[in-house]
């Protein structure tokens, strides 16, 4: 079977061959080829281009376009409201927040940690039940200066175990992909995650926990200052961008999201726990991170 030379590139991510491939294809990491399919501008000649903000912002400037004007403030974990659990008088019928009293100094440091100082606060905190199942705290791998940031959902048991996110099978997927669209991890890619704590059994992340660990993602991008945001899988999207939809009705847009008073450029994906279960939604997974590389490309050329 010929292919063409995009789908031998993502053949050959997944570790399937042997390709022949079309003659006089473009060639999809091309810099030519890249300027002329830059998603941005494409999204943008469609008209596609959706505008949320703010959601990691502390402003409260109004969305740009009413389309996208879903409560995103209200809705997003990460925007600044007031978290502090119900007083001691309320009702006894309401369930008991994840948040301890006790963090409330934690939370407070958070706000202004610098970027080595977070592990060891994410170490410190015991909000949530899950830091006592712990092996170890996943807080993040690269830091500021890596021009794109992916957020990740949790870690699961590798990553419980080596401390590091993205190590398990997923993770290898990821980091095959990343690097056959000419990413490195460290290097060009930070990774962080919703939730810093494994949940049990890799069972999904709860509100409350999301919302309980929420500070340390939002002070992570403060720091990170990502040029491209890649959200990775539904609660990173709903954790930072607001939205609930299914990845696959969000994904092929380019979001805006205003981090500390900066608007930057967002691409939503599948969880690549979720490519790892079917090919096509691999190849769909592939050109999303070919399309973050492509954006952070357009947006270095125009500085
Ligand atoms: N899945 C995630 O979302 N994050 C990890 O770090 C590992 C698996």
Redesign the pocket.
Known sequence: MALTREQSLIWQAMNIGPQWILRGEEDPLDDVASAKAAPAAASQAHGQTAVVRPTVSSTATPPARPAATIPVNARSPLANRNTRPAARTAPVAAPAPVLAQADFQLVEKVKTAQWDEIAKMVDACHACPMSSDRTHT?TADGAPGCPIVIV?????R??DIAG?????K??QLLTAILEAVGLTRKKDVA?V??LKCRPPKNRNPKPDEIEACSHFLKRQLELLEPKVLLL??S??IQSVLGRMEAVSKLRNETYTVNIAGRDVPTIVSY???YLLRSLVEKEKGWHDVLRARKLLESLDKKQ
């Open positions: 996943v990740g959902e949790a870690p699961g590798d990553e590091i996110p993205f190590v398990g997923s993770g990774i995650n919703v990775m899988g609660f990173a969880h690549p726990s």
